[in-house]
Structures are given as structure tokens and as C-alpha cells.
Nanobody
Framework: QVQLVESGGGLVQAGGSLRLACATSGINFRINAMGWYRQAPGNQRELVARISSSGRSTSYGDSVKGRFTISRDVAKNTVYLQMNSLSPEDTAVYYC?????????WGQGTQVTVSS
């Protein structure tokens, strides 16, 4: 059974940091590029960071470039998102999935709320 379980969100002040984790099961983690996505109220879900299957290549959306870092741990089948210098515009529910998003059933996501 395929599962994506996100964790690590919370309430933080502007300028603060959070580290999100996404534990995966039931997928061949080693061969899939992975992405972190987010969805703010009233907005479509957007890809904010991606990492290649090897972990050697990463890319970021313009709004998070230089502040967020994606990484992966093959031994743990887990992908991480280190978020620094958070701003209220980063408030959203954060999800992980493959890139492109091939897993139909998304996880529950983890809420990130940044106060000004």
C-alpha cells in the first residue's frame, strides 16, 4: 500500500525555520524524483522544490529559492524540506509526492503557518 506521511509543520514567526519530513512506503523510492508541494487557501497546489532520484539535482520555485532546501534519505525512504527565513506568504499545507505527481492518493499534508 502506497503511503505518504508528512510531518514537521507548525506555527512559527516570520524569519523562523521549520524542517518538514515525508515518510514514504509502498513506492520504489530510489527510482523516483520527489517533490514538495504546497497549497494555500484559494490557490492551486504548486510544486516548490524537487529532487532527482539520485539526489544530485535539485530545483526550486522562485518564491523559495535560497531559503528552502530539499534532501532525501534513501535508507529511510524519506524526503525532507528545510525551510528558513519563513514569511507569511509561505503559509500553506505542504505535501510530498513524486515529481511529476504520480501517486493518486496524496497524504494528509502538514500545515505551516507563519505569523507576521
Amino acid at each position: 500500500q502506497v503511503q505518504l506521511v508528512e510531518s514537521g509543520g507548525g506555527l512559527v514567526q516570520a524569519g523562523g525555520s521549520l524542517r518538514l519530513a515525508c515518510a514514504t512506503s509502498g513506492i520504489n523510492f530510489r527510482i523516483n524524483a520527489m517533490g514538495w508541494y504546497r497549497q494555500a487557501p484559494g490557490n492551486q497546489r504548486e510544486l516548490v522544490a524537487r529532487i532527482s532520484s539520485s539526489g544530485r539535482s535539485t530545483s526550486y520555485g522562485d518564491s523559495v529559492k535560497g531559503r528552502f532546501t530539499i534532501s532525501r534519505d534513501v535508507a529511510k525512504n524519506t524526503v525532507y524540506l528545510q525551510m528558513n527565513s519563513l514569511s507569511p506568504e509561505d503559509t500553506a499545507v505542504y505535501y510530498c509526492n513524486t515529481d511529476p505527481p504520480l501517486i493518486r492518493h496524496w497524504g494528509q499534508g502538514t500545515q505551516v503557518t507563519v505569523s507576521s
